[in-house]
């Protein structure tokens, strides 16, 4: 948790944004190269990121504590041993060498950060988003997590425990939000649209079962 940052992240992870020769970089300069050539469209790519970024890769994630929500028997597999319940299942992709599934309750409320980079398992929850990698909320969230919290639009209740996840490039963390009352003998389907990725990082709820 937050009190123990020493988390060995690869040395090319550390804020690569500002070495030119890092893949962000260098992706970002190819990316503009193309749009002003005419060989790519800036909103076909951002349409595209945003489908991976809100859609696509958080699904995945989102089926999988859907899944958990309706199975109490899976439920604890994730919270014992993520990594066999990922390789049972096939799942398979970035940045999910090994995860840790936390579980939010009426007394516990988890969050996930990187407090030295952005690391973040791309293969359950997609692309991250640029709040998750800004130093702004890796600094905060730790410092003050109930006021950032509040900030992005969850409000906690004052006796709730909140415990703050380090990922690093050994350990990444992905949060079991609680299941919404109501939603009883929905099907796992059903309730993955309640999953959001911001649920599945510990900064939002899942999503209202009346809004469904």
Known sequence: ????????????HHH???????????VEALEDLLIEKGLAD??????????????????????LVAQAWADSDLRQ???????AVVADMDIRGAEIEHIEVKANTPSIHNVVVCTLCSCYP???????????????????VVREPRTVLAEMGLELEPDTEVR??????????LV??????????????RLAELVTRDSMIGVARAADPGGQ
Do not use: C, Q
């Open 1 to 12: 948790m937050h009190d123990d940052h020493s988390h060995g992240h690869d040395s090319d």
């Open 16 to 26: 690569s944004h500002h070495d030119p020769t890092s893949p962000d970089v260098r």
């Open 42 to 63: 800036p909103e076909r790519i951002d349409a595209t990121i945003r489908r991976f970024s809100h859609d696509i890769g958080p699904m995945i994630g989102a089926r």
């Open 77 to 83: 597999r994730l919270l014992d041993d993520a990594d």
């Open 122 to 140: 791309w293969a359950l929850l997609g692309l991250p988003p640029n709040w998750y990698k800004s130093p702004e909320y890796r600094a905060r």
């Open 164 to 173: 703050i996840w380090d990922s690093s490039s050994e350990t990444r963390f």
């Open 176 to 189: 079991m939000p609680e299941r919404p009352a109501g939603t009883e003998g929905w099907t796992a389907e």
